[in-house]
């Protein structure tokens, strides 16, 4: 079974403060994706990567960045962090090709006060 | 940009009644998926469909692509209590998975 793993399920964070959230999956997927959920909105598209120290921005990239140094983690950077970052962060994973399903982890749930 | 509508937003049904969610996109899609999310949990994969006018089933799920392959539906029939969640349709063209607002489904035992 793929399993896709998230550093933490709840986090608090102060506004300003430098925010890591790490994600790592174990079946070699070529294709990682980061989302944020907020009610009403549905996921929208963060950043994504498909190969190893490459990122492409989604919908939504201002203020965040990313990181791939290594195929299997996928790292996304909050510089500075602030309120309207509040929300509920999904990281999935895919295989390489075109037409496959993502695999989500269980999500972050971040807070920024 | 490429954008994926979905209603309806939530749906509450008794047990055994029938449910469809409709989702359609601004443009021309190479395939669309459905996931299914569990309250407190996150989206599961359900299907992929990548042919015009494509039909599957999954027990009493009925996955639906159009012909112009830009609009899609799911229907359950005889909707259960495990069957709570939020549906979300996601379509592919020329841009990555974009995601519909989903469809909360609340089943009334």
């Known amino acids: 079974d793929v399993k896709v793993t998230q550093s933490s399920r709840y986090l608090v964070k102060r506004t300003g403060e430098k925010v890591f959230l790490e994600c790592v999956q174990d079946?070699?997927?070529?294709?990682m994706f980061w989302y944020r959920q907020d009610p009403g909105l549905g996921l929208r598209l963060i950043y994504f990567?498909?190969?190893?120290?490459?990122?492409e921005k989604g919908d939504i990239p201002e203020g965040y960045s990313v990181s791939r140094e290594k195929k299997e983690r996928f790292s996304l950077i909050l510089e500075s962090a602030s309120t309207n970052q509040t929300s509920m962060y999904l990281c999935a994973s895919s295989l390489g090709q075109v037409y496959n399903e993502q695999f989500f982890g269980p999500g972050t749930r971040l807070t920024v006060l | 940009g490429q954008q994926v509508m979905q209603i309806p937003q939530y749906q509450h049904v008794q047990e055994g009644e029938d449910f469809t969610t409709y989702c359609n996109s601004s443009t021309t899609l190479s395939n669309i998926q459905w996931y299914k999310q569990r309250p407190g949990g996150h989206p599961v994969f359900l299907i992929q469909?990548?042919?015009?006018?494509e039909v599957k089933k999954q027990k009493r799920l009925t996955f639906q692509f159009g012909e112009a392959k830009k609009n899609s539906s799911l229907h359950i029939t005889a909707t259960q209590t495990t069957d709570v969640g939020t549906y979300f349709c996601a379509g592919e063209g020329n841009t990555p998975l974009v995601f519909g607002k989903g469809t909360r489904l609340s089943v009334i035992a």
């Open positions: 990567s498909y190969d190893v120290k490459m990122k």
């Open positions: 079946m070699d997927h070529e294709n």
């Open positions: 469909l990548v042919k015009s006018g």
